[in-house]
């Protein structure tokens, strides 16, 4: 392996990381304070890609595009907590996963309604449409850096959120002791609804950043969300920074095992899983 | 977990008359009904067999497994490896090779998920399931993405699994069996242990219960009957594909369980026919003006999921029990 295309798997692995990452934090912070498991979660990211299709080819500018996509997600993340999600916070794991279950197959449907089954590639912008040469033959196109960077950018400021905000003290007051928290004055239901709402958001805006590079096809969130299990699974459920190690863990073991295993690529990561497992049942940073 | 869920363990006699009638109607059915329903009847008492098996861990010993499917392909890929390209296989041989096979799968695999609880299980069926998937998926000598057929169906030498109504007693006749091996298994000291399990883990460690070993028993075990269904959705079909593995399946067994009312294997069976009947209307829906209904079974379907855990968490067998009886056999 040359220098170059090492550079350009590792960035490939981070960028991939980042972006289950954006799963992965929803998810484990939707379980670690509502204690909800969401296998509707990739049908976010799903829902993200195809909204991100439809708006650019309306607009005609994938920037707009997902500003006004994620301002769609958010408001839709509300609404689906209001009616539905709130009444199964103290149900068993069993229901939750049944009714979310339940959920993507309303979902893929939805989409299959209003958007077809087709499959559909998204423009990159002209932006960000260059790649920078990093040998004679090989190059790295500039809209992954940008990929990654809003990423960073976002975890960055969920990060800030959560251990710099007020509003992220009464988050982490919520999730540590949620009575205590409502006896204190904090509207914990509020509280719980902004909370889905931001994993709501960050799966769909990972969908739509990902939509110029992974193309937009029906069932695109069941492989993501399988990944975003593992990711959590490893990092330990409600800790948004074993989410963030594992996942670019995740994405590194991922994406060269396809270049050096390739038999065996697609087990790799479940593998990781499983020695995770054995030597730390409740994940690397179980909180 | 689920402990707060009632669990009917004993069957009241409104029940017991509903599945004997049941008994009936399943054997009388291929002399009424045309091959077509036979062998979707068939494939129901598959499913069923498959449900029986995962209620052992959900409904019994309380572990909710999202990837129980896994072990539902892997003896229908068994057979298919079994299976020589000269001629059919031998029933004796190949059924208790493929559910070993299943059987030892889920003992390799329980012996990292049973370790984890309450929702890392759940996440963790999940994710090895999917590793199961990828294996199969992933390499062309395992069948790749396209599956494998199995061209001959084994042969039993007393009778002859060709003929569609042999296999439909057969199968009729491994689900009564699994069905009567389950409710004595539910029954005994090693039921009674799950059962335990399932109501409070701490305190029957406390007891003195090794759990891990118990609660691998029942994963193998669950394993090992699930490849039983899947054995013989293999012989039915001829022909096993990576998605008998997907956690659609795992999910749709799940629904089956909650369906039926968990917990005591009659339930699974009902809920078995009640969910693949459901999806078969549903996917025969007509179109209504322009917009083809049928086509978008899924939503009907997920719908349908939603509704029943809304509006259903004991089951139809749990409806059936308090239709007949006035005084509630457990809180809801």
């Known amino acids: 392996m040359t220098f170059a ?4 798997q590792l960035l490939n692995s981070v960028q991939y990381g980042l972006l289950l990452f954006m799963l992965a934090a929803g998810l484990t912070l939707i379980f670690g304070i509502m204690g909800v498991v969401n296998l509707a979660h990739g049908s976010f990211y799903m829902l993200g890609a195809y909204l991100a299709w439809w708006l650019a080819s309306l607009v005609g500018n994938l920037a707009i595009a997902i500003a006004v996509g994620a301002l769609v997600a958010v408001a839709f993340g509300l609404l ?14 069993l229901d939750q996963v049944l ?45 992954r850096l940008f990929m990654s960077a809003v990423c960073i950018a976002l975890a960055t400021g969920l990060y800030l959120l959560i251990s710099r905000t007020r509003l992220g003290m009464k988050i982490r007051a919520g999730a540590f002791n949620r009575d205590m928290a409502e006896a204190l004055g904090v509207n914990i239901r509020r509280i719980h609804a902004v909370v889905f709402a931001l994993g709501v958001g960050l799966a769909t805006i990972a969908g739509m950043i990902a939509a110029p590079i992974s193309s937009v096809y029906p069932n695109m969130g ?19 920074r074993g989410a963030l190690i594992s996942a670019l863990l995740v994405g590194l073991v991922d994406t060269f095992g396809k270049v050096l295993l390739p038999a065996v690529s697609g087990m790799l990561v479940y593998m990781l899983m499983a020695a995770v497992l054995l030597w730390k049942p409740e994940g690397l940073f179980k909180q | 977990m689920s402990a707060a869920k009632s669990h009917l363990e004993v069957l009241p006699p409104s029940v017991q008359v509903v599945l004997a009638l049941g008994l009936v109607a399943l054997a009388a059915f291929p002399f009424v009904s045309t091959d077509f329903y036979a062998s979707m009847v068939a494939r129901m008492m598959i499913l069923a067999i498959f449900a029986m098996s995962l209620d052992l861990l959900q409904g019994v010993t309380g572990l909710v497994s999202l990837g129980h499917a896994a072990f539902f392909g892997l003896s229908g890929y068994a057979l298919a490896f079994m299976t020589p390209a000269s001629g059919p296989a031998s029933l004796w041989w190949a059924l208790p090779g493929a559910v070993a096979a299943s059987g030892l799968a889920a003992l390799l695999i329980g012996f990292f998920v049973v370790r984890t609880h309450g929702i890392y299980f759940i996440m963790v069926t999940m994710a090895f399931a999917q590793m199961v998937f990828y294996l199969f998926f992933d390499n062309k000598a395992l069948g790749g993405s396209d599956g494998l057929y199995i061209d001959f169906r084994p042969d039993a030498k007393l009778f002859d699994l060709e003929d569609r109504r042999v296999f439909y007693y057969f199968t009729l006749a491994v689900l009564v069996a699994v069905y009567a091996f389950l409710r004595r298994l539910l029954w005994s000291p090693f039921g009674r242990v799950l059962a335990g399990i399932r109501v409070n883990e701490h305190r029957m460690r ?39 593995m997907g956690f659609h399946l795992s999910a749709h067994a799940i629904m089956m369980v909650i369906l039926g009312g968990m917990g005591n294997f009659a339930g699974a069976i009902v809920g078995a026919f009640a969910f693949e009947w459901v999806l078969h209307e549903f996917k025969d829906l007509p179109a209504i003006g322009g917009f083809n209904t049928g086509k978008h079974w899924q939503l009907w379907m997920g719908l349908f999921i939603v509704a029943v855990v809304i509006l259903a968490p004991r089951g139809l067998l749990g409806m059936v029990a308090s239709l007949f009886s006035r005084k509630e056999s457990g809180r809801g």
């Open chain 1, 5 to 8: 295309t090492f550079l350009i």
């Open chain 1, 80 to 93: 689906l907590e209001r009616l539905l999600f709130r009444h199964f916070y103290h149900r068993d794991h």
């Open chain 1, 99 to 143: 009714m979310t279950f339940g959920l993507i197959y309303i979902f893929e449907e939805m989409r299959s309604i209003l958007w077809g089954d087709d499959v559909h590639g998204v423009p990159v912008p002209a932006l960000l449409a260059d790649s920078i040469a990093l040998s004679d033959a090989q190059s790295y196109p500039v809209y």
């Open chain 1, 222 to 240: 069941s492989q993501v969300l399988i990944l975003s299990f593992v990711v959590v699974v490893i990092g330990g459920i409600g800790s948004v």
């Open chain 2, 206 to 244: 406390a007891m003195g219960y090794g759990t891990f070993g118990y609660k691998l028993s029942a994963f193998t075990l669950a394993g090992a009957l699930a490849g039983l269904a899947g054995f013989l959705w293999a012989v039915q079909t001829g022909y096993m594909n990576p998605e008998l």
